[in-house]
Structure formats: structure tokens, C-alpha cells
């Protein structure tokens, strides 16, 4: 049950208002607020339905057996070593060339919580395609589009009907429904944990929802996931950000949970507020300008609150994937984009695919280039920026600049909290035993929280192995209650006698 956060009974165990999804509001009224906005509209062959489509379609059926048809069934298979949580791919492509789609899906569930948005997200060619003893001769098997493949198919078909057991076990809170969350709460529910998520965005799904774009990973893909974790029992409140309206990690142990687990990610992303004219208005950073097109694309919100207009010249600081998605996004809008990027090509992090998709559509790319201020343009707004680059020091005109420089955690919760330890950037720190514990008792934490910024499926390693230290602390410590409770009956009757 998706339930909208209310202070008085956000932990009642009855059911509160359904989350009810956003509709898209019709061209007609999308067009009427392009017409208020003070700047540009975007051009009409612009328009989301148009400019966000998928980029990489899926296979047919017949497109994936023959595909998995190709694979070789190594003895050895390089490409499960490839998979950082160790996903039995040779088995799940095995069933899969024989049609056998319930039992692939099935292969795949024992490892992965999120397999429709790995199979689309995941740097397949670092990891397990990558791998691939086909890869030697140019034409690795297509495991990602394998494994979407199969998702996909078992999210239309309904297959997936899982033997859950009683949730007896004991209460997890967790906080955060980004990768992270959604795999400690799926692999504590499967276990016999109540696990109740909480979410301080409007709906489930954290960066998966709100920071990659519609055409890399759509919006009913993320829904379609989080309605199978939701399927093993797990409760979601959304808008109840913890930390805030008296909603702290002390008032969930007072409502009788067990453990709390922090997937709250990176939230606070990086400025440059030591470079001269960062605070002028055109230079944003590139997570609100996602989250701004992802709620355009939903409806949410009117064409004027996206910080771009048709035409502008846009420039993007930095070389990972949030880079990509920004410059990929801007060239949608109809932006003339350039990325600029301190180091060279072959040292930045981005996805491959992803630097080449968006060679392919048009961004342009500025190699060991630096920003060394921000000047201000007629109209008092951005209007161009003073690089340092190999050819010596230029001033380039720029309309907009999104930062893609980082990200760190937020101090909602540790600021709120007794007895968490975190680093000299915020990052929460962790021990081994229970894997993934805080120094507060019964907290744990995982993922860009502890680990920085990584991918989806890395996040997911992460949780899983903080997913096994909470089952064994929330044991332990029911273990040691029964003791006591024994103990104490003993000693009465040994009283009364």
C-alpha cells in the first residue's frame, strides 16, 4: 500500500489516502502554459511525446531467443564474474532460449530486485557483456536487452507469483526508495520482515523517478519495479521526508521498529560557489534541471518551470552520466550543447554507450577545458564563461551552465539523530559486523550514502549485504529478548515457589 505521509498517523498501521499517479495534463494545456512563460517556448517537433522517446527499443520474443541462442554456456563464464551481484546469467539465458520465461524470471529474482531497469541503466560493456569470450570476435551477447527482455515480459504477463512467508520476523524501516532502499526492503520482505519504506518525494522510486531521463529509462518501468516490491508486502508513505515534522530515526524506534536502514543517496549536489559569477542566474545545477523535464514529461509541471529555452547555447560542466543525461536532455529541448570536461575522453566516467548516443545527437565536447569564471551578460543574466583550456584561456559565449560536478549526502537525518558518525564530507560510516550497522545502534545505512556516487546495480551489491546484516542483528536481538524473557519467567517461579 502507497500512502501519502499525514504527521498525526503516519504510522498507524491502517490504511491512509492512495497514492494516486499523476496524469498527464493535454497538449492543449501544455501549450497554453508555453504561452505564458516569459522566454521561447519549445518548438513543437520538441514537444516530450516526440523528443523523449526510447532510444534503444527492446527485442521481439523471436529477437531475444534467437539472441540467447547465440550464447556459448561457458564452463567457466566470464560474464557472471562481470555482474557485480553475481547474476546467474548463463542459466537465465539458457531458459530463456528455450522459451521457459517463468523460469528465467525466476533465475533472475534470486539476485536482482530491479532487473527491467538494470537490464536498461546497468554499463552493460564494464560489466557483465563486457565479459562476454563472444565480445573477442566484436559481438558480445546482449545481456542487458536479455534481462529487460525478461522483465518486461513478466511484468505484462504477470508470471511472477512468489511463496512469501509470514512477516513475523520482525519491523525494518527503511528510508529512501532509491536502488538501495527498494533492495533491502525486497530482500528483507522475501525473508519474513514488515518493512515499511519512507519517501520524501510524491511518489517511490528516488533517482530511478526523478533523475534519469524518460528516453534512457521510463517513468512506467520504475512504477512497474515498484509495484513488484510492493507485491512482497512492503509498505510505502511518500511525501514524509524523516528528519523533518517530527519524524526522526528515535520516533521509529518508538513505533516499534526493530532496525532503520539509510538509502537516502547524495541529494546535495556539488557547486562552485569559489568561482567568480557562479551565483548568476543560468547557471543551475543539472539534477534540478532533470527532476524540472522529468516532472514536464509527467505533467507536474508547466513548460516555463524548465530552465532552458529553444535555441539557447548550453554548456555542461562534467564527464559522468548525470552529464550525459543533462546534455542529452538539453539537445531534446532544442538546445545548441556543449559539454566541458576537465580531464580527456579516455578518463572520463561516463557510460561509453552513453558518450556515443550523444556524439550520435549532436553535443559537443571540450577536452581538458575548465571554467574560471562566469561573466555576466547584457541582460544581467549568464551571458558567456572564461575557459582555460590546452589552446590557452577564452571566453565563450553560454546562455545557460548546468553542474554536473558531484554530489554528497544531505544532514537531514544525522543532524537529527544521536550517535551516527559520518566523515569529513558527509558520508555515513559504516562497520562489518553487522555489515552495513552506523555507530548507532540498530541503524544502518548503504549505498551513495556510504559508498559515493556509483551505478544502480553497485547500490544494489551494496544493499543486499547490508540487507543480510540487519536480518542477523534483528535475529540477535529477538534472540536475546526471549532469553531474558525465560530468565525472568524462571525467576518468578522460583519467587513464587
Not at 117 to 125: K, N, S
Not at 141 to 158: N, R, S, W
Not at 427 to 454: C, E, I, L
Request: net charge neutral.
Amino acid at each position: 500500500m502507497i500512502r501519502n505521509f499525514a504527521p498525526a498517523n503516519y504510522l498507524m498501521k491502517s490504511s491512509g489516502v492512495q497514492y494516486q499517479k499523476k496524469k498527464n495534463i493535454m497538449s492543449e494545456q501544455i501549450e497554453q502554459q508555453n504561452n505564458k512563460a516569459t522566454d521561447a517556448p519549445v518548438s513543437a517537433a520538441n514537444e516530450p511525446a516526440a523528443a523523449f522517446q526510447v532510444v534503444n527499443e527492446g527485442f521481439s520474443t523471436r529477437e531475444a531467443i534467437e539472441e540467447a541462442k547465440r550464447c556459448l554456456h561457458c564452463k567457466v563464464p566470464q560474464c557472471r564474474k562481470g555482474c557485480p551481484i553475481e547474476n546467474d546469467i548463463p542459466e537465465f539465458v539458457h531458459e530463456l532460449s528455450m522459451g521457459n520465461m517463468g523460469a528465467a524470471m525466476s533465475i533472475i529474482n534470486e539476485k536482482s530486485n530491479l532487473p527491467a531497469i538494470c537490464g536498461r541503466v546497468c554499463p552493460h560493456e564494464k560489466q557483465c557483456q563486457g565479459h562476454c569470450v563472444l565480445g573477442k570476435k566484436g559481438k558480445p551477447v546482449q545481456i542487458g536487452k536479455l534481462e529487460q527482455f525478461i522483465a518486461d515480459f513478466d511484468t505484462k504477463m504477470k508470471l511472477s507469483r512468489e511463496k512469501l512467508p509470514q512477516k513475523t520476523r520482525g519491523r525494518v524501516a527503511v528510508i529512501g526508495s532509491g536502488p538501495a532502499g527498494l533492495t533491502v526492503a525486497g530482500d528483507l520482505a522475501r525473508q519474513g520482515f514488515n518493512v515499511t519504506i519512507f519517501e520524501g518525494q510524491a511518489e517511490p522510486g528516488g533517482v530511478l523517478m526523478y533523475g534519469i531521463p524518460e528516453y534512457r529509462l521510463p517513468k512506467s518501468v520504475v512504477r512497474d519495479e515498484v509495484s513488484k516490491i510492493e507485491a512482497l508486502g512492503v509498505q510505502f508513505i511518500t511525501n514524509c521526508m524523516v528528519g523533518e515534522n517530527n519524524v526522526t530515526i528515535d520516533s521509529l524506534f518508538r513505533a516499534g521498529y526493530d532496525a532503520i536502514f539509510m538509502g537516502t543517496g547524495t541529494s546535495v549536489p556539488q557547486n562552485m560557489d569559489s568561482t567568480p559569477g557562479s551565483k548568476l542566474h543560468g547557471v543551475s545545477q543539472s539534477t534540478y534541471f532533470l527532476h524540472n523535464v522529468n516532472a514536464y514529461n509527467e505533467g507536474a509541471l508547466p513548460r516555463d518551470m524548465v530552465p532552458l529555452r529553444d535555441g539557447e547555447k548550453v554548456g555542461v560542466i562534467g564527464g559522468g552520466n548525470v552529464a550525459m543525461d543533462a546534455a542529452r536532455t538539453a539537445i531534446r529541448l532544442g538546445a545548441d550543447v556543449t559539454v566541458l570536461y576537465r580531464k580527456t575522453q579516455e578518463e572520463m566516467p561516463a557510460i561509453q554507450s552513453e558518450y556515443e548516443e550523444a556524439v550520435k545527437e549532436g553535443v559537443k565536447f571540450e577536452w581538458k577545458t575548465t571554467v574560471e569564471a562566469f561573466l555576466k551578460g547584457k541582460n544581467g543574466r549568464l551571458g558567456s564563461c572564461v575557459l582555460n583550456t590546452p589552446d590557452g584561456e577564452k571566453v565563450e559565449k553560454f546562455d545557460r551552465i548546468y553542474l554536473a560536478i558531484g554530489s554528497r549526502p544531505a544532514n537531514r537525518i544525522v543532524s537529527t539523530t544521536a550517535g551516527i558518525e559520518v566523515d569529513e564530507k558527509g558520508y555515513v560510516k559504516v562497520v562489518d559486523r553487522p555489515f552495513g550497522m552506523t555507530t548507532r545502534r540498530g541503524v544502518f545505512a548503504g549505498g551513495d550514502v556510504v559508498h559515493r556516487p556509483q551505478t544502480v546495480v553497485l547500490a544494489m551489491k551494496a544493499a543486499k549485504e547490508v540487507a543480510q546484516g540487519i536480518a542477523q542483528y534483528v535475529d540477535a536481538i529477538k534472540l536475546l529478548e526471549e532469553a531474558k524473557r525465560i530468565e525472568k519467567s524462571g525467576t518468578t517461579e522460583a519467587e513464587n515457589e
